[in-house]
């Protein structure tokens, strides 16, 4: 983001936060590079003016299936980023402003974002993806119609209609159950074919990136032509998504260890940001191995908070576990595998329900549980973390996030510190992850 013009730098002098206001605002250059500062005056509902830096651009919207770039400006308060901006949309002159819950007759924006604004978990970014979602919702803007005898709001009506598809009646503001699986190899395939057989989709699309070693799977998907599948090799296709489950490698069997964690972060890096920019509201769901370690390389590529970005995780063995506990031991006890995916992982079990205050027994401090679960583990240590086997456990989790069921995983995310330790937290999954912020990935229990 240039800031170097002498108007710039004279109005960003005057801010009471300098150095954290240029901060954020390389922050939102990175994600939204459309986004241009330019300094002005601005005036208050009590008549007073200001000069104040302003950030003007488009933010892409997707409806009904078309993109559109709705046009907008944010004035920036000198007290930024610890006072939230002034919203507005600047509509063209074959626009018209369609004044609703989050936008007034005006263009001044009130988002939920902006009322509660609390720096440094409140961002600009965070408010602009806010912003797409509810555009994508319930569209703000409209075109002025060639007849001035017609309302403006006619050529929007369909927004207000229900939509009739094959699954059934929708409202107008159910976002559509689009996933989009990056990846066509083994574990590629193996998800979506288990997405297909276990979730709602409207579309599936499934992206066979050049870059990556797992390739192949998709060409067959091609050939047969599935249904609600679309297969594409070009990422703008998964635009919209709901859910992006990353399935990729770049793995050679020339390569050490870490040279292959290189060469897989490296791939990240190129095709994560792209992801996050064109689905700004999904959730990014990571099986690309090793798991903890490229979700933590997706959440720092995505611009995502920890909440959007999940891993696989341990999932699969803690379906295990449960399995071979209730159904084989006639246990009727929740048991989880949390942790690291390796050996070090850790069996959790409980007589306690989710929300309960009381501690889960985690197995090495248990002689009454210690026993059960080593014999347990036993069982299912050597059924192995086939392709697709971890496909039916994406998607597992992906249903839960597009059905909302509000249902408990066990998956890599962002693990909170407290008191010099990581401990785990519940995480539930639906339509939003809630989850508790850190600076370590783990996998715990969801």
Excluded at 50 to 76: A, C, M, T
Excluded at 276 to 290: D, E, G, K, N
Aim: charged fraction near 20%; include cysteine.
């Amino acid at each position: 983001m240039d800031l170097s013009s002498d108007q710039i730098k004279r109005i960003l002098s005057k801010y009471k936060f300098h150095d954290v206001a240029i901060e954020e605002l390389q922050k939102i250059h990175r994600i939204y590079p459309g986004i241009k500062p330019s300094p002005g005056t601005y005036t208050f509902s009590d008549g007073t003016q200001k000069d104040l830096l302003k950030l003007s651009g488009n933010i892409p919207v997707r409806y009904e299936g078309h993109s559109y770039n709705f046009p907008i400006q944010l004035w920036l308060i000198d007290s930024f980023p610890f006072t939230p901006p002034i919203c507005y949309l600047k509509p063209t002159k074959n626009m018209a402003i369609r004044e609703g819950k989050h936008v007034d007759a005006k263009g001044r924006l009130h988002l939920p974002a902006l009322h509660n604004w609390d720096h440094p978990k409140s961002s600009v970014v965070v408010l602009l993806n806010e912003m797409i979602a509810k555009f994508e919702e319930d569209p703000p803007l409209c075109s002025k119609p060639k007849d001035s005898d017609k309302d403006p709001h006619e050529l929007l009506a369909y927004v207000n209609k229900i939509q009739i598809n094959d699954g059934g009646v929708r409202n107008h503001d159910q976002q559509p159950h689009k996933v989009s699986v990056i990846g066509g190899g083994d574990l590629g395939m193996a998800s979506v074919m288990s997405i297909l057989a276990k979730c709602k989709v409207d579309k599936l699309v499934v992206i066979d990136i050049a870059e990556s070693s797992t390739k192949g799977g998709s060409t067959d998907l091609d050939i047969f032509s599935l249904p609600k599948v679309e297969v594409s090799r070009d990422l703008s296709a998964s635009a919209g998504s709901r859910v992006v489950v990353v399935t990729a490698n770049a793995w050679s069997s020339e390569q050490s260890y870490l040279g292959l964690v290189q060469t897989n972060a490296d791939l990240f890096r190129r095709i994560v940001p792209n992801l996050a920019r064109l689905s700004p509201t999904a959730v990014m769901l990571v099986a690309s191995q090793p798991v903890d370690i490229m979700t933590h390389v997706a959440w720092r590529q995505s611009g995502f908070p920890p909440t959007r970005v999940i891993g696989a995780g341990c999932n699969l063995d803690s379906e295990r576990l449960s399995h071979v506990l209730d159904i084989h031991l006639n246990t009727h006890k929740t048991a989880w595998v949390i942790g690291e995916l390796s050996n070090d992982k850790v069996a959790v079990m409980s007589n306690m329900a989710l929300g309960s205050n009381a501690q889960p027994e985690i197995a090495p401090g248990s002689n009454i549980t210690k026993p059960l679960l080593d014999r347990a583990f036993e069982m299912i240590k050597n059924q192995g973390q086939r392709s697709w086997s971890v496909g039916l456990s994406v998607a597992d989790i992906t249903n839960s996030v597009l059905e909302n069921t509000m249902k408990t995983h066990s998956v890599s995310t962002l693990a909170q510190v407290l008191y010099d330790m990581i401990t785990s937290f519940d995480v539930i999954c639906g339509k939003y992850l809630v989850t508790s912020g850190a600076s370590v990935f783990s996998t715990f229990r969801l």
